[in-house]
């Protein structure tokens, strides 16, 4: 089967697509000028970087915000910040988007919100050079980057579906390429193989691709849109939980060469309000632009064994079955 997959994607691969997203990585983002004004916009991991910026975005286009954060200090401030600054509603839920049980805690706070989701944007994100499993004993890249934000999209279908008009966006990558031949779904949490911080992140992202084909499939006809978004090479504050040598060399070396986030935080409010791509689904943009992922994120038997996969190791049929 390993062999198979590996042909199978090698013939797909095409230069084009390189030379697209060679080409996309230059552009800035289209810009949305409409107002959001009293819309709910919901962000993950909000308190630096892509997901401060953004929800200043939004609030200064009239939105309120409601953000999912670790940090309770830094989530005072920023609500304060915008709510002084732009005159809207902000509040926040605090959870540990690694742990199983905080993430089915503020899934099922979403979802008794009495306030409809307008928008929906999967940001938090973590990267890291040495392999570390969370105390639910998973792999801690694999569950920040993919299944909190699979257990959160789950849980909140039916409500979305019924409010039909929410537009989900996932912070993904481009380096869902680093995972050129695919998921191994017999090893996701890096047991049987050498872990590095590109591999296991690009098999994160990588995975969210996979899982918006059936997301998608779930939401056809229901006015709920779901849509991935490299959010260009911008510097955020993502790595700071690795050593020392890895923070000097991010900050000497990487960090200069980096965009600021404001432009991820433009992308993002295009996706999330422009009626250009209201009814645009399942697609992957390189900030604004759409564009073509690697052949195994298009793989759609592999997308539905990921799915099934992920209901075992998330637990989330024994979940549902409380309720």
């Not at 939004?58 to 200090?73: D, K, W």
């Not at 999967?122 to 801690?140: F, H, M, P, V």
């Not at 024994?318 to 309720?323: D, L, P, V």
Request: charged share 25%; with cysteine.
């Amino acid at each position: 089967m390993k062999d198979k997959k590996f042909f199978k994607y090698f013939k797909e691969y095409e230069w084009s697509n390189i030379f697209a997203m060679i080409r996309n990585n230059r552009l800035d983002p289209k810009i949305c000028t409409d107002d959001f004004k009293n819309k709910l916009v919901v962000i993950t991991g909000a308190t630096s970087g892509i997901g401060y910026h953004t929800a200043r975005k939004y609030a200064a286009q009239g939105a309120n915000i409601l953000c999912i954060n670790r940090n309770i200090q830094k989530s005072e401030a920023l609500c304060l910040e915008i709510e002084s600054e732009f005159g809207v509603k902000c509040d926040f839920k605090i959870a540990d988007l690694s742990n199983l049980k905080d993430i089915y805690r503020v899934a099922d706070e979403l979802l008794n919100y009495a306030t409809p989701i307008d928008v929906l944007i999967q940001n938090a994100g973590i990267y890291l050079t040495k392999r570390e499993l969370t105390s639910d004993g998973i792999e801690k890249v694999f569950v920040v980057h993919y299944l909190s934000s699979f257990i959160i999209n789950y849980l909140l279908m039916d409500k979305l579906k019924s409010e039909g008009k929410a537009r989900i966006i996932m912070v993904g990558s481009e380096g869902h390429r680093f995972a050129a031949w695919g998921l191994k779904l017999d090893d996701l949490n890096w047991e049987k193989r050498s872990y590095s911080g590109l591999k296991s992140y690009g098999s994160a992202k990588l995975a969210q691709l996979l899982s918006m084909i059936v997301f998608d499939e779930h939401f056809k006809n229901s006015g709920v849109t779901i849509n991935t978004m490299h959010p260009g090479a911008v510097k955020t504050e993502t790595g700071q939980e690795n050593g020392i040598v890895y923070r000097w060399f991010k900050r000497i070396f990487l960090d200069r060469t980096l965009k600021s986030p404001l432009i991820s935080a433009e992308a993002l409010y295009y996706l999330g309000v422009s009626k250009e791509i209201k009814t645009v689904s399942g697609k992957f943009f390189n900030l604004t632009s759409q564009e073509e992922p690697a052949p195994p994120a298009l793989d759609k038997e592999v997308a539905y064994k990921l799915w099934r996969k992920t209901l075992e190791l998330s637990r989330l049929q024994e979940y549902k079955s409380k309720y």
